[in-house]
């Protein structure tokens, strides 16, 4: 059966630059669809230097929620009008709520990699140590999550140590505690004999990348993996840890898991389960585990 766009449709996407990789469209509008609403969801290519003008034409559009990805989720915040507690706390955004013209912000990522390391390493993260590998937009909400969940100590792991080091301290002071630290890459030895989950939170390995100075044979047997890159290619650092013995999945249940988060930030209720994996499935591989 065709889809009817007309007046009544509600409109949600996703901005960002480059956009056309984004698989947000396929699971959002499969969820839409499962549960009969008059909605669509359209990726928007938004250079930097247009953000703002899209914001104001979103806003004047009524456009009712949008994602938000590379390289907006930072520069965004200032072109909103109130921030949930996560989204401040993280210092980044990835879902816009439009409401009668309000612009909310908020931030599913951290949340949706909890919701994936329970789902898919049955991992509990509390009271583990953590290293997550990079500095940049996508360890912001996921750092700030985790530190909320009850973890012992979480190291942000970057090439240029003050880098990480400007992270954690932005994170302390919007209210993380002072488990975080901030190491080089050097430190990497030292850190990951006693590390119990390492998380990639790099774009390293999206076009067959490995991580140098990443070795793997350092964890401990009992460490998991996770990965926040995903595709049709298994990443290096996913074979690595395969080859290691060691439990690891890909970035696919966070996409999913903050998908679903969002969807029911938009709409109230929560797609059906599975419903979002299974549209993916329908493009790639099922998820690594």
Same mark, same amino acid.
């Not at 993280?90 to 949706?112: E, F, S």
């Not at 209210?175 to 006693?194: I, R, T």
């Given at each position: 059966?065709?889809?009817?766009?007309?007046?009544?449709?509600?409109?949600?996407?996703?901005?960002?630059?480059?956009?056309? &990789?984004?698989?947000?469209?396929?699971?959002?509008?499969?969820?839409?669809?499962?549960?009969?609403?008059?909605?669509?969801?359209?990726?928007?290519?938004?250079?930097? /230097?247009?953000?703002?003008?899209?914001?104001?034409?979103?806003?004047?559009?009524?456009?009712?929620?949008?994602?938000?990805?590379?390289?907006?989720?930072?520069?965004?915040?200032?072109?909103?009008?109130?921030?949930?507690?996560?989204?401040?706390?993280?210092?980044?955004?990835?879902?816009?709520?439009?409401?009668?013209?309000?612009?909310?912000?908020?931030?599913?990522?951290?949340?949706?990699?909890?919701?994936?390391?329970?789902?898919?390493?049955?991992?509990?993260?509390?009271?583990?140590?953590?290293?997550?590998?990079?500095?940049?937009?996508?360890?912001?909400?996921?750092?700030?999550?985790?530190?909320?969940?009850?973890?012992?100590?979480?190291?942000?792991?970057?090439?240029?140590?003050?880098?990480?080091?400007?992270?954690?301290?932005?994170?302390?002071?919007?209210?993380?505690?002072?488990?975080?630290?901030?190491?080089?890459?050097?430190?990497?030895?030292?850190?990951?004999?006693?590390?119990?989950?390492?998380?990639?939170?790099?774009?390293?390995?999206?076009?067959? /990348?490995?991580?140098?100075?990443?070795?793997?044979?350092?964890?401990?047997?009992?460490?998991?993996?996770?990965?926040?890159?995903?595709?049709?290619?298994?990443?290096?650092?996913?074979?690595?840890?395969?080859?290691?013995?060691?439990?690891?999945?890909?970035?696919?249940?966070?996409?999913?898991?903050?998908?679903?988060?969002?969807?029911?930030?938009?709409?109230?209720?929560?797609?059906?389960?599975?419903?979002?994996?299974?549209?993916?499935?329908?493009? &790639?591989?099922?998820?690594?585990?």
């Amino acid at each position: 059966m065709k889809e009817l766009i007309r007046g009544t449709t509600k409109v949600y996407g996703i901005i960002g630059w480059p956009v056309d &990789h984004s698989r947000s469209p396929l699971m959002q509008n499969a969820a839409f669809r499962s549960l009969g609403l008059d909605s669509v969801y359209v990726p928007f290519a938004v250079p930097p /230097e247009r953000l703002v003008q899209a914001v104001q034409g979103m806003r004047a559009l009524g456009v009712d929620g949008w994602n938000v990805t590379i390289p907006h989720k930072i520069a965004v915040m200032p072109l909103l009008d109130e921030l949930s507690p996560e989204a401040f706390q993280a210092g980044a955004v990835n879902t816009v709520l439009n409401r009668a013209g309000r612009l909310i912000g908020y931030n599913t990522d951290g949340a949706g990699l909890v919701v994936a390391l329970e789902r898919e390493l049955d991992c509990r993260v509390a009271g583990v140590k953590i290293v997550v590998l990079g500095a940049g937009g996508a360890a912001r909400g996921a750092v700030a999550a985790l530190a909320t969940a009850g973890v012992a100590r979480i190291t942000v792991v970057s090439r240029i140590q003050a880098t990480a080091q400007s992270l954690v301290e932005e994170l302390q002071a919007h209210g993380s505690g002072q488990l975080l630290k901030a190491a080089g890459f050097d430190a990497l030895v030292d850190l990951l004999p006693e590390t119990d989950l390492l998380i990639n939170a790099t774009s390293l390995g999206l076009h067959g /990348e490995e991580i140098d100075g990443l070795e793997l044979a350092l964890l401990p047997d009992t460490a998991k993996v996770y990965d926040m890159v995903y595709g049709p290619v298994i990443s290096p650092l996913v074979q690595q840890a395969r080859q290691r013995g060691l439990l690891v999945c890909d970035g696919q249940g966070m996409l999913v898991a903050q998908g679903e988060l969002a969807f029911q930030l938009w709409t109230g209720v929560m797609p059906p389960p599975d419903l979002m994996y299974a549209a993916l499935r329908k493009l &790639h591989r099922p998820p690594i585990s």
